[in-house]
């Protein structure tokens, strides 16, 4: 890979099978010539070195810069991947600080980018309007999660609306409504509203506003009605009107 960077080694030499050289040190570097590439080591994180790769020679480190970098947001139990310059690097979760460190050559810019959406639950997810930051030089640098509950709203039959969903941040008002009392279908057929329910509740009109404190199931009612026509040549037959299908 071009450009500059950062790598997690785990073993610093490799071609050897013996893992009793495969601490790194402080400084120590390697080139790929042919590939354009070099790096050097910078330093211990956790498990694994912080290895700083250029593609020029790292004769220095006076310019290196350090970003720290965090995501809030998000549970404690739930963790997103961090990507720098593309490469997948490590896993953090909120409250986890990050010390990338990155050589300061001439236009050296690194991006750092995280999941856009963590889907917990297939209702709950976890959304990030900026989810790739562009670094250039020593600062803290954070991504904001906000959660997000799905609102899934079913029309019976299924023919006068069908089904739809979207995802609203929690806290955030949504008005459904007012639904139509009476929907036409085909010829001679109409459907009229009986009722909505909210997480199996009825509602005591045709609209109702929700604020996403958690995912919410909204389901529309209709009873399918027939037009009923009455002819004769005789008399004045009763009986013509709508009637509610199985009646």
Same mark, same amino acid.
């Given at each position: $890979?071009?450009?500059? %960077?950062?790598v997690? !080694?785990? +073993? =610093?030499?490799?071609?050897? $099978? #013996?893992?009793?050289?495969?601490? =790194? ?5 390697? #080139? ?12 211990k994180? $956790? ?12 004769t ?15 549970p ?5 991947? &961090? ?11 909120? %409250? ?7 050589? %300061? ?7 750092v ?5 963590i889907?917990t ?10 989810? #790739?930051?562009?670094?250039?030089e020593?600062?803290?640098?954070? !991504? ?7 609102l899934? &709203?079913e ?16 806290g ?5 409504g007012?639904?139509?009392?009476? &929907? ?14 909210v +997480?199996?509740?009825m509602?005591?009109?045709? #609209?109702?506003?929700?604020?996403? %404190? ?5 389901? &529309? ?25 199985? +009646?």
């Amino acid at each position: $890979k071009s450009g500059e %960077g950062i790598v997690r !080694v785990m +073993d =610093c030499h490799p071609k050897t $099978k #013996s893992i009793k050289d495969a601490a =790194c040190k402080l400084n120590e570097s390697w #080139s790929d010539t042919s590939s354009n590439i070099y790096m050097k080591v910078m330093g211990k994180e $956790k498990t694994g070195y912080v290895v700083a790769f250029a593609s020029k020679p790292i004769t220095t480190t006076e310019n290196a810069y350090t970003a720290e970098f965090s995501v809030t947001g998000l549970p404690s139990a739930v963790s997103v991947s &961090v990507a720098v310059d593309g490469a997948e690097y490590t896993a953090i979760s909120s %409250g986890d600080r990050l010390a990338l460190v990155f050589l %300061g050559l001439e236009g050296s810019t690194h991006t750092v980018t995280v999941s856009q959406y963590i889907k917990t639950l297939e209702d709950i997810r976890y959304y990030a309007a900026e989810n #790739s930051i562009a670094i250039a030089e020593d600062g803290t640098y954070t !991504v904001e999660y906000v959660t997000q509950f799905l609102l899934l &709203v079913e029309t019976e039959p299924p023919s006068v609306r069908g089904v739809s969903s979207a995802w609203f941040a929690a806290g955030q008002a949504e008005t459904l409504g007012p639904y139509e009392e009476i &929907v036409q279908g085909g010829i001679g057929t109409r459907y009229l509203f009986v009722k909505l329910l909210v +997480d199996g509740l009825m509602q005591g009109d045709r #609209s109702v506003t929700l604020r996403m %404190g958690q995912p919410h199931t909204v389901r &529309v009612l209709y009873v399918t009605q027939y037009l009923l026509r009455v002819a004769s040549d005789f008399g004045d037959p009763k009986g013509e009107g709508w009637y509610t299908a199985g +009646d």
